[in-house]
């Protein structure tokens, strides 16, 4: 069965703090794709980064950075000099590839982030 | 992405009554997702709804509740019946592009409260 586990209910930061936000995931496909995903107080989600399984390079995104390791089955994500803006829930999700094309997205249940100024 | 809309963004509903949520995508998609979000909670996978073809449920969610249409590659509609308080959640229309890898991009979601 597929899992994704935020196990970080909530973090608070003072502004220009950096903080990682944890996801540890479990599957038993071969091909899969992970995701990252903001909710701010709006309610919207909006799509961060998409990685897949064969892809192990960390990625940055101006103070956005993820560490996909496969060997610990985790796909941390730091922000960098936390900003107010920041403050939002942000969910990890899994999918599996599927050639049936019926693809299934778990989300973890979600880290709440808030960055005080 | 895709811009994907929802309507209503947001509603008091009556408890006992039904209510219509519709998505619309400003391209053609291949999937299309209903989720709900109950208050201070994850995403659950309602249902994946098939254009022309009846939508395909997950477990603890039936079409008399949560009747879903999806005329055509663009645009579907969820109905959340006979609503109770614990109906209240968000719903979410999620739809996943060509080309787009396996990314999946989110409406603005619909707040309903059931009261």
């Known amino acids: 069965a597929q899992k994704v586990t935020q196990a970080q209910t909530e973090i608070s930061v003072v502004e220009k703090e950096d903080v990682t936000l944890d996801c540890v995931y479990e599957?038993?496909?071969?091909?899969?794709?992970l995701f990252w995903y903001k909710q701010p107080p709006s309610g919207e989600l909006v799509f961060l980064i998409r990685r897949n399984s064969f892809d192990e390079q960390n990625e940055i995104s101006g103070r956005y950075s993820w560490n996909f390791q496969k060997s610990t089955s985790s796909f941390n994500f730091t922000i960098t000099a936390s900003q107010v803006v920041d403050s939002a829930v942000y969910f990890c999700?899994?999918?599996?590839?599927?050639?049936?094309?019926?693809?299934?997205?778990?989300f973890g249940t979600g880290t709440r982030l808030k960055v005080l100024a | 992405s895709a811009v994907i809309s929802q309507k209503p963004s947001r509603d008091i509903c009556q408890r006992g009554t039904s209510l219509t949520i519709q998505c619309q995508v400003d391209s053609q998609v291949t999937m299309m997702f209903w989720y709900r979000q109950q208050p201070g909670q994850s995403l659950t996978l309602i249902a994946t709804a098939n254009q022309g073809s009846e939508a395909t449920y997950e477990s603890g969610f039936v079409i008399d509740k949560f009747p879903i249409s999806r005329p055509n590659l663009t645009f579907s509609t969820l109905t959340v019946s006979n609503m109770s308080p614990e109906d209240s959640s968000i719903y979410l229309c999620s739809a996943r592009l060509g080309g787009s890898g396996n990314t999946i991009y989110f409406g603005e979601g619909s707040w309903l409260t059931v009261v």
């Open positions: 999700a899994l999918s599996g590839a599927s050639t049936s094309g019926t693809y299934k997205y778990i």
């Open positions: 599957t038993r496909d071969t091909t899969y794709y």
